[in-house]
């Protein structure tokens, strides 16, 4: 199987994933991955050391997207949202969202939905 990695909001609503391979598989009429997968996951993998491969980023955060809506709806779409902000963010503004230290802090608003709609997950 492939490695454990987890990734922690500023928020403190940790995910934990398995990497895996590398391969993902996909069928006929998949749409593919989320653009806010796709783009949050390219900002974390230029500015962190937290994923061996951007697309190892993408299919935890996809995995992660279906076990939020099986929790309920709006906690997928908040985490989407989420991924939609961190990827509209420099390496600098990603770093303040990992350890906010000051309010406000970017995608401040997404992780507050986040929070809300995601309680108890």
Known sequence: MGETTGSTSSIGVSISTTEGTGS??????????TAACVDGCS??????????????CV????ANLVKAAEFERACAAAWEDLHACLGT???QQLAQWMRPMRFPYPCLSEDEVL?????GQ
Request: aromatic content about 8%; proline content about 6%.
């Open 59 to 62: 299919d935890a955060c996809e």
């Open 89 to 91: 963010l420099t390496c």
């Open 43 to 56: 900002v974390e993998f230029a500015c962190t050391d937290d994923w061996r491969s951007e697309s190892a």
């Open 115 to 119: 929070m809300f709609e995601c309680a």
């Open 24 to 33: 993902s598989t996909s069928t006929a009429g998949d749409p593919g991955p």
